[in-house]
């Protein structure tokens, strides 16, 4: 197969940079691509969430039919200190192409000068979500459920890092869920005449990571922090020689907060305590689970 060479997710100064990374096209600045899409492309159906980025509308195109995820920046990125962060993030996409652990991406465009990425429609929303309204209702996350939630944000971090890249802002809010039903089995009764059959229907969950706003390269890390909370110490100390380690330590902090352990500080002894493996115990969990996300 091919070679796959990484882009350096950062904005070309010059024609000579530009040839350094194999596109099939020259990229241009956001306020040279200004294409009015979004009304006449798709109806938007309402918010899905805002962040730091900008907000995310749940919207189906008007050709196809289909609901997508339009992610719009809240303020004008064209030639703002905004805009190579904003780029980062389709540039991540592309490279990244489709798997099933990584929300996938469609399109990007330039309009009025905000920033609008088009990508999957995750209808279980995202994991912090769903910590949120469990926390409300009571329910816990079995133990399977974690296992298979630090299964699938796994596999996808494995695939995110094969491709010299490391995501650096893993945390429930960009891990989200697809729910899908599917036919298990249908059972017919004895006389055997197709019509009194009783279908079994299960509901299959995929995690997957989303929002590659802070995404960078292994070889070439340009790392943007992402959420204090889930941070190791030596992403703020700038040692960035272990880069892939830092995605794992925020999954684990992720499953820790999923299976109870939040809400996570932001600074103070206990954020120190957690970064020397001073997790507490999760009791209603196996020692082994425990001693996992330790």
């Not at 060479?5 to 956001?30: G, N």
């Not at 900008?54 to 004008?76: E, M």
């Not at 944000?153 to 490391?166: D, F, K, N, P, T």
Request: net charge negative; proline share 4%.
């Amino acid at each position: 197969s091919p070679d796959i060479r990484i882009p350096k997710f950062d904005l070309p100064d010059s024609d000579e940079s530009d040839s350094e990374i194999e596109q099939p096209t020259k990229r241009v600045a956001l306020g040279e691509s200004n294409i009015p899409r979004y009304h006449q492309e798709f109806l938007e159906v309402g918010l899905i969430g805002s962040g730091e980025f900008g907000s995310v509308y749940k919207c189906i195109n008007r050709l196809d039919g289909c609901v997508y995820a339009i992610k719009k920046s809240i303020k004008p990125v064209a030639g703002s200190i905004n805009e190579k962060n904003a780029l980062n993030e389709v540039y991540a996409h592309a490279v990244l192409g489709k798997h099933a652990h990584v929300v996938r991406y469609y399109s990007a465009w330039a309009e009025d000068n905000h920033m609008i990425i088009q990508n999957e429609y995750c209808n279980g929303g995202s994991l912090a979500d769903d910590i949120a309204a469990r926390q409300t209702e009571g329910r816990m996350f079995s133990e399977a459920e974690l296992h298979q939630l630090l299964l699938h944000v796994a596999e996808g971090l494995r695939y995110i890092h094969s491709m010299q890249l490391v995501h650096m802002d893993i945390k429930p809010g960009n891990i989200f869920i697809s729910k899908e039903k599917r036919l298990l089995a249908v059972n017919y009764d004895s006389a055997d005449d197709g019509f009194d059959e009783e279908e079994t229907v299960e509901e299959e969950i995929t995690y997957k990571i989303g929002d590659l706003g802070h995404v960078c390269s292994i070889n070439n890390p340009t790392v943007e922090e992402g959420d204090c909370r889930y941070l190791p110490t030596e992403i703020l100390r700038e040692d960035f020689s272990h880069l892939t380690k830092a995605d794992i330590f925020q999954l684990g902090l992720t499953v820790y907060e999923a299976a109870g352990g939040g809400p996570l500080p932001k600074n103070g002894p206990e954020w120190h305590a957690i970064r020397q493996g001073q997790l507490k115990d999760l009791p209603q969990y196996s020692r082994d689970l425990n001693e996992l996300l330790k």
